[in-house]
């Protein structure tokens, strides 16, 4: 089975603009999740997508927004990007999401904002 | 609001020796879980072990166990037998039931030396 893909790997972008990541979930997964991860505050959740539906949030700025697909494939943007949303951005599908099953991380999308 | 703190940010084993991680956590909830993950230099985050806090027993995963105290709110990665392979950051993150909203810790950086 094919693991967790996200596209792109590298990315870089000016100040002020946006930029969206992507996110396809192994087979037959239907849970995505959402991290940011920087060296000064660490990992953090974002949100979570079950079967279309954001099923929890966390505690960033309506400039952070996503979608899941029916295919279960997500995308995360961000619009007006400021120095401070550098990091790596990691997504993690689940089964069925909830604590039940295992989450599966992904290599994460490394985003560079100058 | 949960808390995961890890109060080690570096540590060091030879290979072949044991070393134990710590890790705390603060909750009201009395239904939850705990994990470890692992995240090797430039490498995808991997789960190494996982634990249902209504369940008393330590759960362990080859080389890798944890030591559970639920009433001290402490949950403890011990790694036996280490490896070269087992250099990497090691998380601890709490989940609460019925959410998918992983809560991270800072995060031990380990190294194994030969």
């Known amino acids: 089975k094919a693991g967790v893909t996200q596209t792109p790997r590298y990315l870089i972008k000016t100040r002020g603009q946006q930029v969206t990541l992507s996110c396809s979930p192994i087979?037959?997964?239907?849970?995505v999740s959402w991290y940011q991860q920087t060296p000064g505050q660490g990992l953090q959740f974002l949100f979570e997508?079950?079967?279309?539906?954001?099923?929890n949030k966390g505690n960033f700025p309506g400039r952070f927004s996503g979608r899941q697909f029916s295919n279960s494939r997500s995308e995360m943007n961000v619009s007006t990007l400021e120095l401070g949303d550098s990091a790596l951005y990691l997504c993690?599908?689940?089964?069925?999401?909830?604590?039940?099953?295992?989450?599966?991380f992904g290599p994460g999308t490394r985003l560079t904002v100058t | 609001a949960q808390t995961v703190t890890q109060s080690q940010p570096e540590m060091s084993v030879q290979e072949a020796e044991t070393v134990t991680l710590s890790c705390t956590y603060d909750?009201?909830?009395?239904?939850?879980?705990l994990f470890w993950y692992k995240q090797p230099p430039s490498r995808q985050m991997i789960l190494v072990i996982r634990?249902?806090?209504?369940?008393?027993q330590n759960a362990t995963e080859n080389r890798f166990s944890v030591n559970f105290q639920k009433a001290a709110k402490s949950f403890s990665l011990k790694i036996s037998d280490s490896q070269l392979g087992d250099t990497a950051m090691y998380f601890c993150?709490?989940?609460?039931?019925?959410?998918?909203?992983?809560?991270f810790g800072t995060g031990t950086r380990l190294q194994v030396f030969p």
């Open positions: 993690a599908s689940s089964l069925e999401g909830q604590g039940l099953y295992e989450q599966y």
């Open positions: 087979s037959g997964h239907r849970s």
């Open positions: 997508y079950f079967s279309e539906t954001q099923r």
């Open positions: 909750t009201s909830e009395n239904n939850y879980y």
């Open positions: 634990q249902e806090a209504y369940k008393q």
């Open positions: 993150a709490f989940m609460g039931y019925n959410t998918d909203k992983l809560i």
